[in-house]
C-alpha cells in the first residue's frame, strides 16, 4: 500500500486532505508506504490515464483518489478493521462535517497562511502555486495574508461549533477520535507544518484538542516538524 504525499521544500507533508487519510490509515492500523511528490510530479503517477490528486492510494494495483474515497475504499476492503464512515444518514451527516471543515477551516486558515506556505515549497513548485492561488482568490498571496494579526479572531470565533461539540467529551467524536477528528485535524496540522502564525489561543479548547489529536498513534502528527 503506497499514499502519495506533497512535500514542501524542507520535505515536510503539508497537505490537509493527506493528513486526514493518514490518521484513518492508523485508525484501521494499515501499513503503508508515503511516496513524496512535488505539485509538478502529480501527473507522473498516473501518466497517461485520468488525472489524479493528492493523496493517491495505490493498493493492489489500484489508484483511488479523493480522500473522502480513499477512506470509503479502506472501510470496503478492511470491513474487518475498526470502521471510518457509518452506513446511511451518520455517514451523510460526516460528509456534511467534512464540507463544513473544508469551507471553514480550511477556508479560513488560507487566509491566514498561504503566503508562508508558499515561501516553504519547494522552487520548482512556487510559480504554479502562486498563479493557481491568486486566480482561486482573485488577489496575490500578500495581500490575502495581510492584516491577519486583527483578522485572525474572526477565524477563532469561526469554531465555536467544535468548541460545543468538545463541551460533551476529549474528541469530536466523543470518548475515542474517529474521522469527524481527523477531517479537522488535517486543517490544522496543514497550519502548524506550513507557517508560525499562532492560529489559536492557548487557552482553547480547540487547541487542546489539536494537542491531544497530535499525540494519536504513538505521536505521528507530532513527528512532523512545525514551522519556525
Known amino acids: 500500500m503506497i499514499l502519495y504525499d506533497l ?22 492500523g494499515l501499513a503503508y508506504e508515503v511516496r513524496d511528490v512535488l505539485f509538478g510530479d502529480i501527473p507522473s503517477i498516473n501518466a497517461g490515464g485520468d488525472k489524479l490528486t493528492i493523496p493517491t492510494l495505490s493498493h493492489n494495483g489500484k489508484l483511488v483518489t479523493d480522500s473522502w474515497d480513499i477512506v470509503r475504499y479502506l472501510d470496503e476492503t478492511f470491513p ?33 497562511i498561504l503566503r508562508d506556505l508558499h515561501d516553504r515549497l519547494d522552487p520548482a513548485d512556487q510559480p504554479y502555486f502562486r498563479a493557481s492561488r491568486e486566480k482561486m482568490y482573485r488577489q496575490t498571496l500578500e495581500a490575502l495574508q495581510a492584516g491577519r494579526e486583527e483578522r485572525v479572531d474572526a477565524f477563532r470565533k469561526s469554531l465555536q461549533p467544535m468548541r460545543l461539540s468538545l463541551g460533551h467529551g476529549p474528541f469530536v467524536c466523543g470518548e475515542q477520535p474517529g474521522y469527524a477528528d481527523y477531517l479537522a485535524f488535517g486543517g490544522f ?26 499525540d494519536l498513534f504513538d505521536g505521528a502528527g507530532r513527528r512532523e516538524a512545525p514551522a519556525t
Not at 512535500?7 to 484501521?28: I, Y
Request: proline share 5%; glycine share 6%.
Open 7 to 28: 512535500v514542501n521544500g524542507r520535505k515536510t507533508h503539508f497537505s490537509p486532505n493527506s493528513w486526514r487519510v493518514r490518521l484513518a490509515l492508523a485508525h484501521k
Open 80 to 112: 474487518q478493521m475498526p470502521r471510518l464512515i457509518a452506513p446511511g444518514a451518520d455517514g451523510q451527516v460526516l460528509k456534511f462535517f467534512q464540507y463544513w471543515v473544508q469551507t471553514t477551516i480550511h477556508g479560513g486558515i488560507a487566509r491566514l
Open 189 to 214: 496540522q496543514w497550519a502548524r507544518v506550513s507557517s508560525p502564525f499562532q492560529l489559536l489561543a492557548e487557552d482553547d479548547v480547540v487547541h487542546a484538542w489539536f494537542e491531544r489529536c497530535l
